[in-house]
């Protein structure tokens, strides 16, 4: 056990914002001004998939909109409860790419590991909505075994520390897993695959960037934003914290039908994304996962919006637009 007035004094804001999001469908009705009809729904696609949402990304959205595209992210709506035919509970291979507890391979040179089943936000449309956190949390005494597995292997050059949000786990936690990997020479790149940056900013505080200067390897650092909505001043600051650190900065976002299937939200996101310090890296089509059907968009539509993506963006500011197809080598083009 802790202290208690350890615990205090190492108690930065994030986490107590991170502790009081919202989680009750009526609060957040209520906060944006939308009626009694969207609870019910929202109760019983909650009871299979919580709502989560942190406050500052909930002032983010528009009041009296059910249509905002940030709110469709996390809203849980009747719709997640119809079955649709192709959508699975493991849809892209994950429980069959496990090397250790935690921790997933499939492409070479690279592993990833679920360094912990929280997130600051449910996204509704997540493809680990029924992933068996529980069992693959690599932060409990899985951990080690994860670590052990990646030093024993030396055609792994970078770890991704993913999960969950592994930007949710403390600062001493995070020390503690990059004090092993510094001590493991043939890992030359640390990646981190959190959407914390946009969901919760504050998170970037003086601890964290203690801990990413303390670190012996380059760091990418992937965030996740799906419209320029999520952008504020808050995230710019953060992400201007994270820049000066000399983090590699890059987004993924997820193509959504309703929150981002348009060319306007996506160039205005790769630009708003080029003026933060951070370049597009992959627009995602949908893994088919059970509850998530009424988000897709078919491929040819998703090809169309690429293609005027490419139109009218210069290069290095269009997202490759891929899926995971499982047993690939790589993420797949369209
Ligand atoms: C997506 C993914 C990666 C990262 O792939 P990149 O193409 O390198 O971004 C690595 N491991 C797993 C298991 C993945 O799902
Ligand atoms: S932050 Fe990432 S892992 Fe967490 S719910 Fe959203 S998409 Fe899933």
Redesign the pocket.
Known sequence: MIPESHVLRQTPGWQQLLGAAITDPAELLSRLGLGPEWLAPARAAARRFPLRVPAGFVARMRRGDPHDPLLRQVLPLAEECLAAAGYTRDPVGDLSARRAPGLLQKYAGRVLLTATGA?A???RY?F?RHFPYGDENASADHFRAALEEIAADASIREVILS???PLTLSDRRLREFSDVLAGIAHVERLRLHT?LPVVLPERIDTGLIDWLRSLSVPVVIVI?ANHPNELDETVATGLGLLRAEGATLLNQSVLLKGVNDNPGALIALSEHLFALGVLPYYLHQLDRVEGAAHFEVEDAAARQLHDELRHRLPGYLVPRLVREVEGAPAKQSL
Do not use: L, N, P
Request: charge should be positive; charged fraction near 25%.
């Open positions: 997130c936000v449910h996204c997540c680990r999960g969950g949000d959407r996740h």
